[in-house]
């Protein structure tokens, strides 16, 4: 029997999200069928490292092209891989497909593209975008635990397109034991552990507010933990006595942490409530659509995890008092514990391979 | 972590080779140049006097580039001619070339060498360049990189009007962020020997081989240099890269 193979494309100049939302599809494909990732993501050789074939090409604002210029490339790239790897279908994981995508789908109509889209777009962006969805065969919705206060586009086509769970990489049986991952981090089990992870560190400058967060928890004796992404470009600042790790991915230790302090993106958000880590969310305002806020208030409304805006001092210090109590700590774990399973990544997974010729699947 | 496995369930056997592929193999152009690049590899490890630089520089043949360096030849000349003559002559040039969309009699810059890295800001801000180069480094260390993406950018300061795209299996990639360099990924050798592609369509060098025939149609580089990271010699391939450049760049 022959490998069919389901080829990747994700956007991604700054971020991981779209690259380890496809990871998490592409692992959870059946054994007959393949992945290969072709990324725009500084992060490829981390993904690379997992021992998954990824391909990288810069993304136009590394290159600094101009957009004719850079999808015209992107384009040719991309049939030059269809070539190279003779994939069964292509799935595309952004926001916006580039010009360069539709124009390579365009040229190869005898196969089945798939644009996979998350939702808890921005009130208002994006209506160019969903105009792109024409040039797919399918349109993939990695679900929301706050899609009932989604105010973006996508809302609207929901009945057009097909919707998953959400989708996370780390599945619950895969955490590992609180030894082993306060071991592999460097830190001590006995301890109150606090995740601090505010973002890739490239979309804003998250210097100020995480200089607030991690001083107000040193002061409450917690050992801090800050994970800095391989691809971030600057560091923030940060008090002495952080815990700096780099790791990817990191969920599979997240049992070291009694708590986090995270931004509300897609993957952070799902994996952390997911996995029942009480969370204090800071949502970052300064995405071009992810709307972070909605999901953050959504959650804070739930119960499920705490949120503040990420420029209140006040509120911020008065949001990691409540995170630091472990009454409230323990209500915000058992509150994630009633949540919908994120099993986004296995139905994708089926429903990509579904798309291969032959009825493999 | 180093290994992310597939999520817990039924374990998944090893997939099957894949029958070959039935496509031309664009790489066996490619093939001879690249056993040519081994053995000279070889050869010259034996002789460590000699420089490390440049194994290979391919120039097109193709129609374009003829008329292009015939034009930069009669333009240097017609410089000799009064002025009221240059117009006429490069005019009648022109007509003779056929050439479907006249340059500007004033910008001898070849069109074709323009084309990909017209958007891309050079370093002294002019947004089009002469000479196109794709510059091949395999398996360079991360000082090695670093030591030749300095010495680039000050080609390109020296030079002006210079584009270059390195072309690399280097995980280095925040070396590029750092010297804004424009830089072509290929699979590393070691990730790319044994999956089923490097089993399948004949490895490495072939799938190398058939990347390069991308990239330069890609591209369309006036010459692809290919670079040896080996530190023996690599202050003089640093340097020897410079010249080999300035071959290249058109006098006007």
Redesign the interface.
Known sequence: ???SRVLFLTSNGVGLGHLTRS?AIG??LP??V?MVIFTLS?A??LV???????????SRG?????????ND?YR??IL?LL????PAVVNFDGTFPYRGLLNAAATRPDLPWVWSRRAMWRAGRGLDALERAVAFNAVLEPGEFAATADPGATVDHRDQVRRVPPITLT?R??LRSREDACA?LGISPTGTNVLVQLGAGNIDDIASTAGIVVARLLEGSATVVVPISP?A?TRPELPAGCHVVS???LA??FRAFDAAVAAAGYNSFHELLDLAVPTLLVPNRETAMDDQVARATWAADAGVALACEPDDPVGIRSALDRLLDPVVREGLAEACGGLDDATGADEAATFLAGLVPGGRR | ????P???G?A??A??H??P?A?PDPSVDMRGALTALRREREWRDRMTALPSVRLAVRASRDTRRARRLALRVVRRAVKTLPEDRVAVVRQRLDDALDRPDPEPLADPRPPAARR?L????SVDGDQAVDVVFLLLVADPTDDDLDALLTAVRRVQRDQGDIGIVVVTDS?A??L??RHGM????L??RA?WEG???DRR?GGWDR?LG??LA?LT??WQPDAVLVMDPRPSGRDLALANLAATMREHVPTT
Do not use: C, K
Not at chain 1, 62 to 70: F, L
Not at chain 1, 83 to 86: A, G, K, R, S, V
Not at chain 2, 1 to 4: A, G, K, N, T, Y
Not at chain 2, 118 to 121: D, I, S
């Open positions: 029997m022959t490998a990871l692992r959870r054994p007959d393949d500084q490829a050789p690379a490292r997992l021992g998954v074939p990824v391909e990288f090409m810069v590394h290159a600094q092209m101009v957009n004719r210029e850079w490339l040719h790239r030059g070539d190279e790897y003779d599945e049986t895969e592999e691809i470009e790791a990817y991915p599979p230790l | 972590m180093s290994q992310l597939p999520p817990p039924p998944q056997p997939p099957p894949a029958p592929n496509r990909r017209a958007g891309v800001p995980e990639f925040h590029f962020r424009l830089f072509e990924h699979p590393p990730r999956r089923e592609d369509r799938m058939r990347r991308l149609d890609a």
